[in-house]
């Protein structure tokens, strides 16, 4: 037994020992992040958004005279071997600062491990609200938008609606709950007519929605708050499709609008559904989109999504503050981050200096048959400006203060 | 929250029907684990697998022949073939040489078994998951008091009870299904008597794996087929299976009927909490007859 744990373990050495370089040469970004299962729809996208942007700056000449390199590890979804993970490569790789990951849980572990050893964490794809909220620290950075914020923004579009009896829906999980909340507890401070006539909530990976769907429909109510979150939205809209839902009742999905969730249902989609989105290839169309999405499918052969941006952003971030720090010094490295603008295809993004929370817009638009492309995709979209859905400084010191 | 109320809502009998269109596909999975259970004596941990391979299969044949009814209609009888080619080679090849030992060793090799499946489809189909449309003849809905029943909920409800008069046929009323019966009670005695059990064995888990297939081919339209969807179901079929009583076809109606229909009540009663009704009703029937509602093979 002991021999075999032993030659498991210069086997395992030998493995991760193939990936390390010489620290100093170059600037070293270790990812911790999910790539197999569904969730990778989403992060091959913040890592090929990544890659784009760092091979851009490399050759250029890369940051003061150094290369962009980085090394990536699967977590499996898993915050056990996400923060194992971790670990290996601040240890090991000696890595300059880390990058990841779609699973809440383990951008908190991994958060918690980075204040101790004083490693840089840039959060790209999870949503809880706690990453920078009440959990936040000097070490983290969240590149993405959360749960309170696209609570917040889709409350600031639903408050001018007319409805008043709302249905809440959703995955029976941290993520589902954390989005309805959001959304109807600041609805309800904005409108205050607003009212809740029930909630349904099914097991995360529920197959059948239809019976859900009749009995929200025999409740009538005027508008639904459904908050499914990864393989439940494209459940959820198939449903809806094939009972009529959608046309029976509008309702709202976090990320419905989102290219992820609308191309693998090919033009079959449900049209009229609300959705809210950081990013949409084909808006706004503006010359920097444009050029962003064109470079993309030159180098991928398909369209930008959300993580795209995240990853592409989070490499420009991180060039420009080493070269504002002027040397790879993990301190002043987040000094220069603090409060930095950068441009994006979608317009200025900072990063806020008091809770390491990126400033950008969010897009809010209905589901619509497209003319030009072999999937559904956004209308009538409004772009809600960072500044107006952010929780204020004042009210993230508060949180932390708890 | 008003119970009574709702149960007795102008909603109650299209939520019946939704939850019987659930059945249709629990029936169709667990008549086939139960099969294999009440014959082989094997307990399928891989039984989700297969339903998933079926439902991957379905997508595939789907995309090659291009879409449309022909092309539903030809993948819900390929991808079941399929899977059945992949129960062959599963039983002949692997289960077959451990009858002999204890349970618990094919216990083991199901459950290894649901593992390399599980990397195999991730292997072949990659780890995205992929989505089936319903084809044009089965889209819209019907309208039932006001409320929708998608035309693919009512065309479940016809496959379901062919499946079960199929499943009655070949059990009943052909040579290889009294064989297969018999070898349920006593296999060592069908030995004695000159037939060849192992071949029957593997006839009755080809039917099985066939079955699983078949459950994930008719429920591919209505999901995203994705890695995973394996293990939400056989949790659910293993239930099935122990309330109807291990290895009785009947049973796994029942189990099904009861598993689908307190579902889609239980959410118009209390739908937040509906995903707890079930359950209870498990709880419920195992309390009263621990070794399920009807008489198990073992």
């Not at chain 1, 490295?333 to 930095?340: L, V, W």
């Amino acid at each position: 037994m002991k021999k075999a744990v032993s030659i498991l373990a210069v086997a395992v050495t030998m493995f991760w020992g193939t990936g390390s370089g010489i620290a100093g040469e170059t600037i070293k970004v270790g990812f911790v992040d999910t790539y197999t299962g569904p969730a990778t729809t989403f992060t091959n996208d913040v890592l090929d958004g990544f890659k784009m942007a760092a091979e851009k700056i490399n050759e250029k000449g890369g940051v003061l005279g150094k290369k962009i390199t980085y090394v990536t590890r699967d977590d499996k979804f898993k915050p056990d071997i996400g923060l194992t993970m971790a670990k290996e490569l601040i240890l090991k790789e000696n890595v300059d600062l880390l990058v990841g990951t779609i699973n809440s849980a383990t951008a908190l572990a991994v958060s918690d491990l980075c204040k101790k050893e004083k490693i840089p964490f840039l959060v790209t794809f999870s949503k809880s609200d706690k990453i920078t909220g009440s959990m936040g620290h000097r070490y983290v950075f969240s590149m993405n938008e959360n749960t309170e914020m696209a609570g917040r923004a889709t409350a600031k579009a639903l408050a001018k609606k007319p409805y008043v009896k709302y249905w809440i829906a959703g995955d029976d999980y941290e993520y589902g709950h954390a989005i309805a909340n959001g959304v109807f507890d600041h609805l309800k401070t904005l409108n205050p007519k607003v009212q809740l006539l029930g909630q349904s909530w099914w097991k995360v990976g529920e197959t059948d929605f239809t019976p859900y769907i009749t009995q929200i429909l025999a409740a009538k109510p005027d508008f639904v708050i459904v908050a499914t979150g990864g393989g439940g939205m494209v459940n959820f809209q198939k449903a809806a499709q094939s009972t009529g839902f959608n046309k029976k009742v509008p309702f709202y999905q976090h990320t419905a609008i989102e290219l992820s969730t609308l191309s693998p249902q090919g033009p079959n989609a449900p049209e009229g559904v609300y959705g809210t989105a950081n990013y949409l290839f084909y808006f706004p169309a503006t010359k920097e989109n444009k050029a962003f999405v064109e470079e993309f499918r030159k180098a991928y052969n398909r369209y930008p999504k959300s993580g795209a941006l995240y990853g592409y952003m989070t490499a420009r971030f991180i060039a420009k503050s080493y070269e504002k720090a002027g040397k790879i010094d993990k301190e002043k490295f987040i000094d220069a981050m603090e409060g930095m603008t950068l441009d994006s295809p979608v317009g200025k993004m900072e990063m806020r200096a008091c809770d390491h929370q990126v400033t950008l817009p969010m897009f809010f638009g209905v589901t619509k048959k497209s003319a030009q492309y072999d999937f559904l995709t956004a209308t009538d979209v409004v772009s809600v400006p960072g500044k107006d859905y952010m929780p204020s400084c004042a009210e993230i010191a508060k949180t932390r203060a708890k | 929250m008003d119970f009574a109320s709702n149960l007795f809502s102008a909603g109650t009998l299209s939520q019946i029907l939704v939850g019987l269109s659930r059945t249709t596909i629990l029936f169709i999975v667990s008549s086939g684990m139960s099969l294999i259970l009440g014959v082989l004596r094997i307990p399928n941990v891989a039984h989700g697998s297969l339903y998933m391979i079926g439902a991957f299969a379905a997508w595939s044949v789907i995309q090659f022949l291009g879409g449309g009814l022909f092309a539903f209609l030809a993948a819900m009888i390929v991808a079941p073939m399929i899977v059945a080619a992949v129960g062959f080679v599963l039983e002949r090849g692997f289960f077959s040489y451990l009858y002999e030992r204890e349970h618990l060793m094919l216990l083991l090799l199901t459950f290894s078994f649901a593992l390399i499946l599980g990397d195999l489809v991730k292997i072949v189909w990659g780890p995205e998951y992929r989505s089936v449309t319903v084809p044009a003849f089965f889209q819209g809905s019907a309208e039932i008091f006001g409320l929708p029943l998608p035309w693919y909920n009512l065309f479940l409800l016809l496959v379901g009870p062919c499946i079960a008069v199929f499943l009655w046929l070949v059990i009943n009323r052909t040579n290889l299904g009294k064989i297969a019966r018999a070898a349920a009670v006593d296999g060592e005695m069908v030995g004695a008597v000159g037939i060849n059990t192992g071949w029957v064995f593997a006839f009755t888990f080809v039917l099985g794996s066939f079955l699983a297939g078949l459950g994930g081919a008719l429920i591919a339209p209505m999901v995203n087929i994705s890695l995973g969807m394996d293990h939400s179901l056989i949790m659910e079929t293993f239930l099935i299976v122990i309330i109807g009583g291990l290895g009785n076809m009947w049973g796994a109606l029942l189990g099904s009927l009861i598993f689908g229909l307190t579902q889609s009540l239980g959410i118009l009663v209390w739908p937040q909490f509906g995903i707890a009704f079930p359950y209870l009703a498990v709880v419920a029937v195992l309390v009263v007859r621990p070794r399920g509602l009807l008489s198990s093979t073992w």
